[in-house]
């Protein structure tokens, strides 16, 4: 029911209430927990703060320390999903994380998925783990850190090769948990210091997939795409009745008629297709305050023009290159135009120019209308911690 209240919202050009619906949905899924796990200076706590985009001295960012900082699990924030949660936990082997323990962690803290981390080589502290994790039927995945120190290293070698060097250590940890019975041997290879480098954009990506939110918030996002294309669709079929009386009008013979009417209709055309999109002033007015976001952020992602962006002056520009047979928003925007009375339009081709202006600037606001709603429920989310 929340999502076809979601699908009338976006219909209706309501994009404030589309997002509330969205917002409405996500928090409806309850909460979803992943455990970050290892050992004791295995780069658990700047994993973290990497996946956040923080630096370790950032405010809000996990403790790190060169000796044991993790006293107790600690809950953070995961990026744009307001209901999922990163937890820091002590490191294994550690006087706060007995081996004794690792049953408890798996079975009462009820984490959804977990993340096992290390510096070094998998040991059977982590395959034990792993295993554990199995018997619940939850899923993991190993993630080998600090691989920039390995590669610094392999530097010196008169051979180096970073490609063999990282493969190299792929195969050995996979070999390990192998010989340890562990199922699911994907590993992930990272630098904290380097998040944008190695495994870590795909460790991202691949996490993503599993985390019902955003499963969820793709298939709202399908659903609005695919109602804005069926409202492009009807829309288009409509603009045959302003190009009509446009070419009409081209056909009496008096100078300059043609050209004035047919900047008249468009105008107006141009500015109720913008507000039954809810691309107009104040749909995207209201959709910022709610999501707690400026206006400009939302507008910024909008290619087309607004409809307070609409004047005569555009209109004039953009009915001669659609005359030409082409459409370029980028050349007018934010540029002052001086209109020009050239010779009459015949109706034809003015009925074949205002049709085809108005059925691309309904194609754009459809793409603009879904850029927003992308814009707006990533930031929405955000807002909801």
């Known amino acids: 029911m929340s999502e076809e209240k979601f699908k009338a919202a976006v219909q209706e050009g309501n994009l404030k209430k589309a997002v509330s619906m969205a917002q409405q949905i996500m928090k409806s899924l309850g909460c979803f927990h992943i455990a970050v796990i290892g050992k004791s200076g295995s780069g658990k706590s700047s994993f973290v703060n990497a996946f956040r985009g923080l630096r370790d001295d950032d405010k809000g960012a996990a403790e790190v320390g060169v000796v044991e900082t993790t006293k107790e699990p600690t809950s953070y924030s995961y990026p744009d999903y307001p209901n999922v949660f990163l937890w820091d936990l002590p490191g294994i082997e550690t006087p706060n994380f007995q081996s004794s323990e690792l049953n408890l962690t798996v079975t009462y803290y009820q984490y959804d ?61 996979q070999g390990h948990l192998q010989n340890a019975r562990v199922n699911d041997t994907q590993v992930f290879l990272l630098s904290n210091w380097e998040p944008d480098k190695h495994d870590f954009p795909l460790l991202k990506k691949t996490l993503e997939e599993v985390i019902p939110h955003h499963a969820t918030r793709q298939r709202l996002l399908m659903i609005s795409n695919q109602t804005l294309q069926a409202k492009k669709t009807a829309m288009q079929k409509t603009t045959w009745k302003p190009a009509t009386l446009s070419g009409g009008l081209a056909a009496i013979p008096l100078p300059g008629l043609s050209l004035v009417a047919d900047i008249a209709i468009m105008v107006d055309c141009m500015r109720d297709y913008c507000k039954d999109f809810g691309l107009n002033s104040e749909s995207l007015s209201a959709l910022a305050h709610h999501i707690g976001k400026r206006e400009k952020d939302l507008k910024a992602v909008i290619k087309s023009p607004l409809a307070t962006e609409i004047t005569t002056d555009l209109v004039l520009t953009l009915l001669s290159n659609a005359a030409g047979g082409g459409v370029k928003y980028l050349s007018f925007l934010g540029k002052s135009f001086i209109p020009v009375i050239g010779s009459l339009f015949s109706a034809q081709v003015s009925f074949g120019a205002t049709m085809f202006m108005l059925d691309n600037f309904i194609r754009d606001l459809a793409e603009d209308t879904q850029r927003v709603l992308v814009k707006a429920l990533g930031e929405e989310e955000k807002k909801s911690k």
């Not at 040991?123 to 590669?151: C, M, P, T, W």
């Open 113 to 173: 998925f977990f993340i096992i981390i290390t510096a070094t080589r998998f040991r059977d502290i982590h395959a034990n783990l792993a295993q554990k994790i199995q018997e619940k039927r939850k899923k993991f995945f190993f993630v080998r850190s600090k691989v920039d120190q390995d590669l610094e290293a392999e530097m010196r070698k008169k051979f180096y090769c970073e490609r063999t060097t990282l493969q190299q250590i792929r195969e050995a940890c």
